[in-house]
């Protein structure tokens, strides 16, 4: 079946501190891959995307690869700050016979300190 | 362009009383549409989703219901809710594989 696994929170970093959020996930063929944001008291918001093994999607200085030999899609920034503060969502794309339904991490909150 | 909005924002209902959250999409046509309910402290769990007007697919045995009267209008609803209901409701949307969703802002419901 299809699932992800996040790493578990709460983080908490210092600001311009460097950020790693794993992300492995177990899929039936190669699903696209997904990063979403929630800020506090906020819906979801897409933060980057890969469709493809070796993809690297990016986005306000998020970084993250489609690994495919180590089934992984690891978030990662160098150097965050107090508005990153949120808890983000590794997620995966289920193929057409699921409804192209999102499969969720259980979400990892980070909080950036001054 | 499109957009997507969901009310209300918060809601507070008693043990036993109906609900009724509502969905709809504007700019676009025949999405998939999708209900999530994000519970205190937990991920995010698909409760229906919906290919097209009229069909739809539950992913939790539960109390809630969801229908879709029209292309672009999702509706979550229960007839008697229960304080396990409580929780943050999100929305969602996309035109097709791979674009990502769309999320609604949500609708924080407290089942008292």
């Known amino acids: 079946g299809n699932s992800v696994t996040q790493m578990e929170g709460p983080v908490t970093l210092s600001e311009e501190a460097f950020l790693t959020i794993n992300c492995t996930y177990t899929?039936?063929?190669?699903?696209?891959l997904f990063w979403y944001v929630q800020y506090p008291g906020e819906g979801l918001q897409l933060l980057l995307k890969?469709?493809?093994?070796?993809d690297k999607g990016s986005n306000k200085g998020f970084e993250a690869t489609y690994r495919k030999e180590t089934t992984s899609f690891h978030l990662e920034k160098g150097s965050v700050q107090v508005s990153d503060s949120a808890v983000y969502f590794c997620a995966l794309l289920g193929p057409p016979i699921t409804g192209n339904q999102f499969y969720f991490g259980t979400g990892t909150s980070l909080t950036v300190i001054p | 362009s499109q957009t997507i909005h969901q009310w209300p924002a918060t809601l507070v209902q008693p043990v036993g009383s109906p609900l009724s959250l509502e969905c709809t999409v504007e700019g676009t046509s025949n999405p998939n549409l999708y209900w999530y309910r994000q519970a205190a402290g937990r991920g995010l769990q698909l409760l229906f989703y919906?290919?097209?007007?009229?069909?739809i697919s539950s992913e939790v045995p539960q109390n809630l219901s969801a229908s879709r009267p029209q292309d672009r209008q999702f509706i979550l609803s229960s007839k008697k809710l229960l304080l396990s209901d409580s929780g943050f409701y999100l929305c969602?949307?996309?035109?097709?594989?791979?674009?990502?969703?769309?999320f609604g802002s949500g609708t924080r419901l407290t089942v008292v």
């Open positions: 919906s290919v097209g007007i009229g069909q």
């Open positions: 899929a039936t063929g190669y699903p696209s």
């Open positions: 969602a949307w996309t035109p097709r594989a791979n674009y990502g969703y769309t």
């Open positions: 890969a469709t493809k093994a070796d």
